[in-house]
């Protein structure tokens, strides 16, 4: 059964920084790409950074310089590091594994920053 957990969410206000956080089990972490999708209220979800198996990260154009992606193999984690927050960045976070056309979704966490 896969799962995936994502934690690390929280309240946070303007310009600062949370760490996200999204573990995985029932998959072979190491050849699956990780990406973290967010979902603002009433908005449709959003692609924030993608990380490949083989490491390389691509962001979404909003989140560049501020966000990072990176992943532990031998944990079976990926984390998001997101600085300088600012409240249009508030939603619910997920997490989503993907090989071959198949998505894993985990449950979200949510982020809310005030101004």
């Known amino acids: 059964q896969v799962q995936l957990v994502e934690s690390g969410g929280g309240l946070v206000q303007a310009g600062g920084s949370l760490r996200l956080s999204c573990a995985a089990s029932?998959?072979?972490?190491?050849?699956?790409?990780m990406g973290w999708y967010r979902q603002a209220p009433g908005k449709q979800r959003e692609l924030v950074s993608v990380?490949?198996?083989?490491?390389?990260?691509s962001y979404a154009d909003s989140v560049k310089g501020r966000f990072t992606i990176s992943r532990d193999n031998a944990k079976n984690t990926v984390y998001l590091q997101m600085n300088s927050l600012q409240p249009e960045d508030t939603g619910v976070y997920y997490c989503?594994?993907?090989?071959?056309?198949?998505?894993?979704w985990g449950q979200g966490t949510q982020v809310t920053v005030s101004s």
């Open positions: 989503d594994a993907r090989r071959a056309g198949f998505n894993y």
């Open positions: 029932g998959i072979i972490f190491s050849i699956h790409a």
């Open positions: 990380i490949t198996s083989g490491g390389s990260p």
